[in-house]
């Protein structure tokens, strides 16, 4: 490129190219090192060597700037004198270019960027969402050094504490300070290359701040998530930039278009978030005394989501259809006044969903899609992600790092375009899926025919026949797996056995349990 830029231009008119570089962290056997918040610390130290611009652009290896006017636009923030002394970073939403107009798997996560990040932009801003954001140096090295007090504390043990033994890296700190010439092929870019291997490596962080005050921090997978909230909680303050649904998006991306790398991405954003909500940065107890009620509210709210949803969800699921199956009433009968109360939580809940689908500018078959992904996720990726936070609280397991494909398979993305639902995936995911079903239907039927037959008081059961039916009805794509297709992404034939299985030990036990 910068040879090509040279050729028929005279020497004064020879725009130098800017200077591109590829960073790796260093791979070491003995310690982590395919975390991206390991990653991005090694980026903010080598490139305060290189370049140590102000302002950082991070982006995901999927994700890539869709219109360059981003810059500007963040930059109209991070210079607002008002506001750019407390603003830390400006968030970007994330847009993707192989989401179908069906979007069967929820792929575009509408809800986060159209209503969640809008109402904490009303607070103290959005979550750091790891990427599609302008961070400010200093804001992400939590550190702000001042000119006059930093003649006399260059090699104090608090800096070295924090930021490293690199000396050259605490002087790049400085408000006042002079990058040397790097394409001057001399002693000083030669000196400053070597100290950048020194600072990509994995041990320079050790007994050190970073990952924990410094940078992003390393407690828990949804590092991006956790650091926001942290920086918030000090005091800065982040900004959020969503184009209309007109214009163009500024980034663009993959996302997930199987069913598989739905629920592993679920696993992962469970587990770190839960995690989070679990640590000594929950943001039920350290955000309560450092930041507003309403605020640290939101970031609960999103940390506990996953264990919040997954335990009412398998009892939503489960327990009414366990009891229509056994003919005991769980709710008041249809002419109690007492039943208008339920019946009024249910509707509302459904009627503020499609509320918010429909304001947004979705169709209400985006109202359904949503409906199911949530119920799916809930009784399979929840509560793998929730129970593998718990785990690694109590040290039962060590932290992992699942990584969603980003390649796509062409067999995939057929059955994705035509709307149908692909089940190769992992049995652990699938099984849960088909028992809820089959538990459902068992009930239905068994339901009905105490209705019918038995001389059952319908009034009585009604709750619990329409709570059955529309699990059933909004998840017939499962329904559809088991028995009526013939293509490959059907559920196989060896699941439906094991969770017919499942299925009857589950009624078993829940009728002798209820007997009892």
Known sequence: MEENSKEGLLEDQIIEMPLLVYVSREKSTSQFHHFKAGAVNVLLRVSAMLSNSPYILILDCDMY???????????????????????????????????????????????????????????????????????????????????????????????????????????????????????????????????????ASCSYEDHTKWGKEVGFLYDSVAEDFLTGFVMQCKGWISSYVAPSSTSRPQFLGTSTTNLNDLLTQGTRWGSGLVDVALSRFSPLFYGSSRTSFLHSMGYAELSLFPLLYCLPLWCFATIPSLYLLNGIPLYPEVSDPYFSIFLFIFLSSLSKHLHEVVVTGRPIRKWINEQRIWMIKSVTCHLYGSLDAILKKFDLRKASFLTTNKVADNEQIKLYRGGKFDFRTSTIFVAPLVTVMLVNLASIVGGVYRLMFMGTDWRKMFGQVLLSFYIIVMNYVVIEGMVLRKDKGRIPLYVNVLSIVFSLIFLSLGSIIISN
């Not at 004198?81 to 400006?90: D, H, I, K, R």
């Not at 300070?177 to 000196?191: H, R």
Request: with cysteine; charged share 25%.
């Open 65 to 199: 700037c869709n219109d360059p006017t981003s810059a500007r636009q963040a930059m109209c923030f991070h210079f607002d004198p008002e506001m750019s002394p407390s603003l830390a970073f400006v968030q970007f939403p994330q847009a993707f270019r192989d989401i179908s107009e069906n979007d069967i798997y929820d792929s575009e996560v509408r809800s986060a960027y159209t209503i969640l990040w809008p109402g904490l932009d009303g607070l103290k801003g959005p979550v750091l969402s790891g990427t599609n954001f302008y961070i400010k140096r200093e804001a992400l090295c939590c550190h702000s050094i001042k000119k006059g007090h930093f003649a006399h504390s260059l090699y104090s043990r608090e800096l070295k504490d924090s930021f490293g033994s690199s000396n050259e890296f605490i002087k790049s700190l400085r408000q006042d300070y002079k990058k040397p010439n790097l394409n001057d092929n001399g002693e000083a870019s030669n000196m400053l290359l070597e100290e950048a291997k020194v600072l």
